[in-house]
């Protein structure tokens, strides 16, 4: 028997397309109220996962229970109780906010005096009231991302599925978004973020899955795992830093992860004072200039780089 508060109970689900493993034997439970991050660089398979668990693409293996529903046979059932925020916008961008979310409601046959109930909740939502007649095309992106999250609580869905919702959003609007979701979940609603910004997943989710090529590689609350992170980790802004440096650098006794990317050098050790020298002293062997040494907090992009060998940043 499931715990009651359990709404979503994932076992082994996996997702191929042709020969190649998009979602690789993935399990976790999420309870009722809690806000799931989900948290994976580019192609690690986030909106895939979603599209199975809000059923829309049909699992190659593996189950899932969704609001105690089973995913293989009861999908239909289950698209009435999930409401997803697509990472594409989807919205008429020749209609207004209110004819959007009329058309919207209307494949949920919300009708009458609910419709105007809900089509107002929405748009106070996305503090779009002064906008609600007015063509979507002229709306900023923050604008239309905050509609696109009210068009999928039309229907008061019992859990909430938002994938990367904040990419081009302005400051403002995001934090409005997230505002929004906490004031949800505060509310009973279950919430599904996926996202590739680690400050998002840190300051938003209660708990957090590690998503890389297809597979939860660690599961946590964010402080959980920044505290069971062993390493530390050092930053080093280099001018060019050839291949051959960067793997003498791997190659050091005590670095357990190092990476380049766009003249950032980053290298996971337990012994950073130690290691920092070691790596400061072969650069300067080696002629490479290097524009900064920091050694910042540790943080979920720490956690990745250990645990992955890579940064999260496109
Ligand atoms: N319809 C498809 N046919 C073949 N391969 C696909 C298909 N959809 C996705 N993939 C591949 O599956 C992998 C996971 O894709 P997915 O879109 O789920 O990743 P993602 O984590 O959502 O990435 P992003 O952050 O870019 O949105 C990628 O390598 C992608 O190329
Ligand atoms: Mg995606």
Redesign the pocket.
């Known amino acids: 028997m499931l715990e009651p508060e359990v709404v979503m109970d994932v076992q082994g689900l996996v997702r191929r ?2 020969d ?1 493993v ?2 690789d034997r993935v399990e976790f439970q999420v309870r009722r109220g809690e806000i799931f991050g989900l948290l ?12 199975m668990l809000t059923g829309v693409l049909a699992p190659s293996d593996g189950r899932a229970s969704i609001c105690s529903l089973d995913l293989l046979t009861q999908r239909e059932a289950i698209k009435k109780l999930v409401g997803l925020v697509p ?1 594409d916008l989807a919205l008429y961008q020749t209609l207004t906010a209110r004819d959007n979310l009329a058309f919207f409601a209307s494949l949920h046959e919300i009708k009458g005096k609910l419709l105007e109930q809900r089509i107002q909740f929405a748009l106070a939502l996305a503090q779009l009231e002064d906008w609600a007649d007015k063509p979507v095309r002229s709306y900023s992106g923050g604008m239309k991302r905050r509609l696109n999250l009210a068009v999928a609580l039309l229907h008061r869905p019992r859990i909430l599925f938002l ?2 919702p904040t990419v081009g959003v302005d400051p403002q609007s995001r934090n409005h978004i997230f505002d929004c979701i906490r004031q949800l979940a505060a509310e009973g609603l279950t919430v599904f973020y ?1 996202t ?1 910004y680690m400050e998002e997943a840190q300051s938003l989710c209660d708990r957090v899955g590690i ?1 890389d090529r ?1 597979r939860m590689i660690a599961l946590d609350t964010p402080k959980n795992l920044v505290q069971t992170t062993r390493s530390r980790l050092l930053e080093v802004g280099v001018l060019h830093l050839p291949g051959s440096v960067l793997q003498e650098i791997k190659a050091m006794e005590g670095v357990e992860q190092a990476t380049e990317e766009n003249g950032l050098l980053l290298v996971t050790a337990v012994d950073i004072p130690a290691v920092a020298v070691k790596v400061l002293s072969l650069l300067a062997e080696r002629k490479v200039s290097f524009t900064s040494v920091n050694t910042p907090e540790v943080n979920l992009e720490t956690v990745f780089l250990q645990l992955t060998g890579k940064t999260l940043r496109d």
């Open positions: 397309y042709g190649f998009a979602v994976g660089p580019n192609g690690a398979g986030k909106s895939t996962l979603i599209g990472q994938d990367e996926t590739h998503f297809g």
